[in-house]
T-cell receptor, first 115, second 108 residues
Framework: GAVVSQHPSWVICKSGTSVKIECRSL??????MFWYRQFPKQSLMLMAT?????????EQGVEKDKFLINHASLTLSTLTVTSAHPEDSSFYIC???????????FGSGTRLTVV | EDQVTQSPEALRLQEGESSSLNCSYT??????LFWYRQDPGKGPEFLFT???AGEEKEKERLKATLTKKESFLHITAPKPEDSATYLC?????????FGAGTTVTVRA
């Protein structure tokens, strides 16, 4: 079946630094990748959608200069949280889909803690 | 705007005690309704996709059904390993809108 690998699974960083999270589709080509954020006991909130080779489309209220998304290949998308602050601490999850893999396969998530 | 409401928020069951979870939705042009299971600290794990009213799908102790306004996830004779948060999501165009989930705890 379709597998999406997300790294790191957890990261702790100091306030003001940047953190990069990788999302890879291992056995299929992901034309579209999605990035979500999840707070404790809350559901997944879509942050942005990225298509390979195109600029990401951000949801309303999401700062595109703070959450940089790159989707340079059909198997890799990255989310960089720039100048992280404690309020950016959250669980970030990626998802990938493709025309053949209709459906949405999720990564295992990244727990970001900013201290 | 697409809306997805799940109830109850939490469900505590005794092992073997069957129950149902509800997902009510409002969406323009439903392309699919998805059920996922999420364990603590993990990403969602795909369970089912339903496309049209009247459709049903089963997997082990789980059965999902769909009407024009809601979906149900039935858990038959649950076991402790069925403890998880169950998420419902609707697809209208190319993206998913999620409900807040139902956290199921099954006691042995």
């Amino acid at each position: 079946g379709a597998v999406v690998s997300q790294h790191p699974s957890w990261v702790i960083c100091k306030s003001g630094t940047s953190v990069k999270i990788e999302c890879r589709s291992l056995d299929f080509q992901a034309t579209t990748m999605f990035w979500y954020r999840q707070f404790p006991k809350q559901s997944l909130m879509l942050m942005a959608t990225s298509n390979e080779g195109s600029k990401a489309t951000y949801e309303q209220g999401v700062e595109k200069d703070k959450f940089l998304i790159n989707h340079a290949s059909l198997t890799l998308s990255t989310l960089t949280v720039t100048s992280a602050h404690p309020e950016d601490s959250s669980f970030y999850i990626c998802s990938a889909s493709s025309p053949r893999n209709y459906g949405y396969t999720f990564g295992s998530g990244t727990r970001l803690t900013v201290v | 705007e697409d809306q997805v409401t799940q109830s109850p928020e939490a469900l505590r069951l005794q092992e073997g005690e069957s129950s149902s979870l509800n997902c009510s939705y409002t969406v323009s042009g439903l392309r699919g309704l998805f059920w996922y299971r999420q364990d603590p600290g993990k990403g969602p794990e795909f369970l089912f996709t339903l496309y049209s009213a009247g459709e049903e799908k089963e997997k082990e102790r789980l059965k999902a059904t769909l009407t024009k306004k809601e979906s149900f996830l039935h858990i038959t004779a649950p076991k402790p390993e069925d403890s998880a948060t169950y998420l419902c999501a609707v697809q209208a165009d190319y993206k998913l809108s999620f409900g807040a989930g139902t956290t199921v705890t099954v006691r042995a």
